[in-house]
Protein backbone atom coordinates (compact mmCIF):
# COMPACT_ATOMS: atom_id res chain seq x y z
CA UNK A 1 0.00 0.00 0.00
CA UNK A 2 1.58 3.07 -0.99
CA UNK A 3 -0.21 6.68 0.26
CA UNK A 4 0.15 10.47 -1.00
CA UNK A 5 -0.57 13.01 0.67
CA UNK A 6 -1.20 16.60 -1.04
CA UNK A 7 -2.75 19.50 -0.30
CA UNK A 8 -0.29 21.10 2.75
CA UNK A 9 1.00 24.76 2.04
CA UNK A 10 1.07 28.09 3.73
CA UNK A 11 -2.27 29.95 5.38
CA UNK A 12 -2.98 32.80 7.87
CA UNK A 13 -4.41 32.46 11.13
CA UNK A 14 -8.27 32.02 10.62
CA UNK A 15 -7.70 30.54 7.04
CA UNK A 16 -8.45 26.92 5.13
CA UNK A 17 -6.97 23.87 3.81
CA UNK A 18 -8.15 20.68 2.57
CA UNK A 19 -5.04 18.05 2.76
CA UNK A 20 -5.66 14.45 0.53
CA UNK A 21 -4.15 11.49 0.57
CA UNK A 22 -4.96 9.04 -2.00
CA UNK A 23 -4.06 5.32 -1.20
CA UNK A 24 -2.52 3.05 -4.32
CA UNK A 25 -1.55 -0.74 -4.38
CA UNK A 26 -5.12 -1.80 -2.38
CA UNK A 27 -7.89 -3.53 -3.53
CA UNK A 28 -11.06 -1.31 -3.03
CA UNK A 29 -12.51 -4.14 -0.95
CA UNK A 30 -9.36 -3.72 1.63
CA UNK A 31 -9.39 0.04 1.25
CA UNK A 32 -13.29 0.01 2.68
CA UNK A 33 -12.97 -1.77 5.27
CA UNK A 34 -9.67 0.04 6.49
CA UNK A 35 -9.60 2.82 9.55
CA UNK A 36 -8.34 6.22 7.75
CA UNK A 37 -6.04 8.85 10.19
CA UNK A 38 -4.63 12.08 10.00
CA UNK A 39 -1.65 12.72 12.31
CA UNK A 40 0.59 15.62 12.55
CA UNK A 41 4.16 16.45 14.18
CA UNK A 42 5.37 20.09 15.18
CA UNK A 43 8.78 20.58 15.59
CA UNK A 44 9.97 18.92 18.51
CA UNK A 45 6.72 17.38 19.37
CA UNK A 46 5.67 14.00 19.18
CA UNK A 47 3.66 12.75 16.78
CA UNK A 48 -0.05 12.89 17.65
CA UNK A 49 -3.77 12.10 16.44
CA UNK A 50 -5.39 14.71 14.67
CA UNK A 51 -8.49 12.96 13.22
CA UNK A 52 -9.59 8.97 12.49
CA UNK A 53 -12.76 7.54 10.51
CA UNK A 54 -13.49 3.89 10.78
CA UNK A 55 -14.78 1.83 8.16
CA UNK A 56 -18.31 2.62 9.81
CA UNK A 57 -17.86 6.20 9.51
CA UNK A 58 -16.95 7.07 12.92
CA UNK A 59 -15.00 9.97 13.51
CA UNK A 60 -12.42 10.86 16.30
CA UNK A 61 -10.83 14.24 17.29
CA UNK A 62 -7.94 15.71 18.87
CA UNK A 63 -10.10 17.81 21.22
CA UNK A 64 -8.07 20.78 19.80
CA UNK A 65 -9.90 20.83 16.64
CA UNK A 66 -13.05 19.79 17.07
CA UNK A 67 -15.26 21.92 15.48
CA UNK A 68 -13.00 22.92 13.13
CA UNK A 69 -11.50 20.08 10.98
CA UNK A 70 -13.58 17.69 9.50
CA UNK A 71 -12.21 14.26 7.96
CA UNK A 72 -13.79 12.25 5.05
CA UNK A 73 -13.38 9.31 2.24
CA UNK A 74 -14.44 8.56 -0.80
CA UNK A 75 -14.22 4.70 -0.71
CA UNK A 76 -14.57 5.24 -5.01
CA UNK A 77 -11.28 7.16 -5.55
CA UNK A 78 -9.21 5.45 -2.58
CA UNK A 79 -9.06 8.74 -0.78
CA UNK A 80 -9.27 10.07 2.42
CA UNK A 81 -9.11 14.32 2.78
CA UNK A 82 -9.01 16.47 5.72
CA UNK A 83 -10.64 19.98 6.30
CA UNK A 84 -8.86 22.39 7.94
CA UNK A 85 -10.62 25.95 8.60
CA UNK A 86 -10.23 28.54 11.04
CA UNK A 87 -7.10 27.50 11.42
CA UNK A 88 -4.48 28.17 14.24
CA UNK A 89 -0.66 29.00 14.05
CA UNK A 90 -0.55 26.18 16.53
CA UNK A 91 -2.06 23.55 13.75
CA UNK A 92 1.34 24.00 12.03
CA UNK A 93 3.20 20.63 11.46
CA UNK A 94 3.83 18.12 9.05
CA UNK A 95 0.47 16.13 8.29
CA UNK A 96 0.83 12.18 7.83
CA UNK A 97 -2.03 9.72 6.36
CA UNK A 98 -2.37 6.55 8.16
CA UNK A 99 -4.38 3.69 7.38
CA UNK A 100 -4.74 0.18 9.18
CA UNK A 101 -5.97 -2.22 6.57
CA UNK A 102 -5.96 -5.97 6.64
CA UNK A 103 -2.51 -6.11 5.26
CA UNK A 104 -0.87 -3.80 7.76
CA UNK A 105 -0.27 -0.52 9.20
CA UNK A 106 0.55 2.17 6.05
CA UNK A 107 2.03 5.80 6.53
CA UNK A 108 2.39 8.44 4.09
CA UNK A 109 5.40 10.72 3.50
CA UNK A 110 3.51 13.93 5.14
CA UNK A 111 2.24 17.37 3.86
CA UNK A 112 3.82 20.53 5.16
CA UNK A 113 1.21 22.81 6.67
CA UNK A 114 2.52 26.19 7.88
CA UNK A 115 -0.27 28.89 9.59
CA UNK A 116 1.18 32.77 9.84
CA UNK A 117 -0.04 35.16 12.70
Known amino acids: VQLQASGGGSVRAGGSLKLSCAASRIILSEFVKSRMGWYRQAPGKQRELVAELTSGGSTNYQDSVKGRFTISRDNAKKRVYLQMNNMEPEDAAVYYC?????????WGRGTLVTVSS
Open 98 to 106: NVEAGSGNY
